[in-house]
């Protein structure tokens, strides 16, 4: 059983900022892309962050220019620096973990527990 373990999350004022951290076990190696998702009340999950084992990351537009997603692959460890947060950031974030097998092309993906932002003044 593959457990990524979030921490980082709390309340924050507008403007402020938070970093989130994920482990994850040794066996999540740099073949595996890391990010986050994150779900607010009432909405459908949606990506965060996407960080390839080299280094190249995926950003969804609303976050864009304000977080920052990094890896540490000796660490095996995922973060996602949060600035300039806004009260609409409230949510549930969700460490991720994947791959694809490049031969059978049967997708692996692993899951967080998930760690809550919010943002309020």
């Known amino acids: 059983q593959v457990q990524l373990v979030e921490s980082g999350g709390g309340l924050a004022q507008p403007g402020g900022s938070l970093r989130l951290s994920c482990a994850a076990p040794?066996?999540?190696?740099?073949?595996?892309?890391m990010g986050w998702y994150r779900q607010g009340p009432g909405k459908q999950r949606e990506l965060v962050a996407l960080?390839?084992?080299?280094?190249?990351?995926t950003y969804a537009d609303s976050v864009k220019g304000r977080f920052t997603i990094s890896r540490d692959n000796g660490q095996n460890t995922v973060y996602l620096q949060m600035n300039s947060l806004k009260p609409e950031d409230t949510a549930v974030y969700y460490c991720?973990?994947?791959?694809?097998?490049?031969?059978?092309?049967?997708?692996?993906?692993?899951w967080g527990e998930g760690t809550l932002v919010t943002v309020s003044s």
């Open positions: 040794g066996s999540i190696t740099s073949s595996y892309y």
């Open positions: 960080i390839n084992g080299g280094g190249v990351t």
């Open positions: 991720n973990a994947g791959l694809v097998d490049p031969h059978t092309l049967r997708p692996t993906t692993y």
